[in-house]
């Protein structure tokens, strides 16, 4: 019992690492950053097997935050628009994601445990009533349609240039973020700490990114209550599918309210 509390205790520690490691790159404090990392390097040999690979998986992130980051900086030296910049600058997603893959292909841990099947159950609920699963994400995707729609009308007649772009980003930012997020980290996060958590921290992490990414406080608190909802969702259904799906809608529903500027540039 004893050595269970002390096991989540660590977790939590090293969760709390992690999203403090993604804090100091949005203040470019990068000394601190390699300070810690040395830390944690040092730190592994007194570590279980689990909470080594989690430590490795903090490294690997942040050698891919640092990627992304230098990265975007090259990109905003080529003559492209802002719009086209957007869409490369979510394509550096890949950098962390398949430095992470690189770590735990090489440790034999699981890459992700959600994949695109769905499995479709019923959230417990007290007393003797559940809350079907399927039919809350299909009033919730009606409702982003519906929301979508409006958007869409509102900004008629239609234009083609705009909407591929924002349809390109829309694809790029559900698949890589949710991948990176819902798929990647949250998996590595259940194996330190429990899965309600471990939503909590990837959801954080996420908004964290997003404010890396330029959106203002208000539009990262709302991302990170939208990454709880579509972090429990991916843990009940077992997949990353309604996440991508969610995510889709809500980018390009983004992008037709100007949060996102591709459709009115064009």
């Keep these: 019992m004893i050595e269970n509390k002390r096991n989540i205790w660590m977790g939590l520690f090293l969760a709390t690492i992690f999203l403090l490691i993604q804090m100091l790159f949005q203040l470019q404090m990068f000394t601190p950053i390699f300070m810690i990392l040395i830390l944690l390097m040092i730190s592994i040999a007194f570590l279980s097997e689990t909470n080594r690979v989690f430590v490795w998986t903090i490294v690997s992130f942040a050698g891919g935050l640092f990627t992304f980051i230098y990265a975007d900086r090259l990109l905003l030296a080529l003559p492209f628009s802002h719009a ?85 980003f829309s ?69 990353l599918l309604p996440a991508i799906t969610g995510n889709f809608l809500l980018s390009m529903i983004f992008t037709f309210m100007n949060v996102i500027p591709f459709y009115y540039q064009y």
Excluded: Q
Aim: net charge positive; glycine share 6%; hydrophobic share 60%.
């Design 84 to 168: 086209n910049l957007i869409l490369l600058n979510r394509l550096l997603l890949l950098f962390p994601i398949l430095i992470i893959g690189y770590v735990l292909y090489k440790f034999k841990a699981t890459f992700t445990a959600f994949r695109m099947k769905m499995e479709w159950g019923a959230i417990k609920l007290r007393g003797s009533r559940d809350l079907p699963i399927k039919g809350l994400y299909m009033m919730v995707l009606v409702l982003l349609l519906f929301v979508f729609l409006f958007y869409f009308i509102e900004s008629l007649p239609v234009n083609w240039n705009g909407l591929w772009r924002a349809v390109a």
């Design 171 to 239: 694809v790029l930012n559900a698949a890589l973020v949710e991948v990176l997020f819902r798929g990647v980290l949250l998996t590595r996060f259940i194996t330190v700490i429990d899965k309600i958590p471990a939503v909590f921290f990837t959801s954080l992490s996420g908004a964290i990114a997003y404010y890396l990414f330029g959106y203002s406080f208000s539009y990262c608190f709302l991302f990170f209550v939208i990454g709880l909802l579509l972090g429990l969702l991916t843990i009940h259904t077992k997949s």
